[in-house]
């Protein structure tokens, strides 16, 4: 079973709206979690880090929230964009990293 | 600045055949990666280098071999290739392998092996 659950698989949102990408782990012990934003086609690219301390995070319309108590991150996209169709990975670091299988987000004209 | 670098682009290679996969960053960072994406998986580390002249497995190391002469090169190796080594590669590099560092993949090698 996979450490990193990621819900739902997939999503279809209109432009201009907004939406929240989940991110569960049993990984432990906690060292930081990621968002990365992965075009089709390319490489995963960093959005955002979270360390156990850490609560939210933003970077630019894209906003991480962590619980480390319950284990939870959910990534908010706010006013979305079509640059924004993606697929969001999240991974989080223990003594190795561990990563989600990602949510695939389609934003539509 | 490039960044990370992989070649080829896309490969169809016969069952059987040797493969090396490429991979280059101009960052000079000391840690680097190999990872394959597979349809409704999370990435799965298959190889890694801590720094030059050291590499270790991950998580689906049978198959493959990598070597790190030097900072800048990582390749991938597939010995006989099989089919279920059909999938997108990934490479990454990192300024250290503490897992704190941002990883920063390449655009990736698709293969498919026949």
């Known amino acids: 079973k996979n450490q990193v659950e990621q819900s739902p698989q997939s999503l279809i949102i209109l432009e201009g709206k907004n939406c929240t990408l989940q991110c569960n782990y049993t990984v432990s012990p906690f060292s930081n979690l990621r968002w990365y934003k992965q075009d089709t086609g390319r490489g995963p690219v960093s959005l955002t880090i979270m360390t156990f301390s850490e609560n939210t995070k933003s970077n630019g319309r894209y906003t991480a929230t962590l619980d480390a108590d319950t284990k939870q991150s959910s990534l908010h996209i706010t006013a979305s964009q079509l640059s924004d169709s993606a697929s969001y990975i999240c991974?989080?670091?223990?003594?190795?990293?561990?990563f989600g299988a990602g949510t695939t987000v389609t934003v539509r004209a | 600045i490039a960044g990370i670098t992989q070649a080829p682009t896309s490969q169809i290679l016969a069952a059987g055949r040797r493969m090396t996969l490429r991979c280059t960053q101009d960052?000079?960072?000391?840690?680097m990666y190999w990872y394959r994406q597979d349809l409704g998986l999370g990435l799965r580390l298959i190889h890694y280098s801590n720094t030059a002249g050291t590499t270790g497995k991950g998580e689906v190391p049978d198959g493959y071999s990598v070597s790190r002469a030097n900072t800048d090169d990582f390749p991938l190796t597939l010995a006989s290739a099989v089919p279920s080594q059909t999938s997108v590669y990934f490479c990454a590099s990192s300024d250290s392998g503490t897992g704190s560092d941002t990883q920063y993949f390449g655009p990736g090698t698709r293969l498919t092996v026949l």
């Open positions: 960052m000079r960072h000391n840690a």
């Open positions: 991974v989080v670091s223990a003594n190795k990293l561990s």
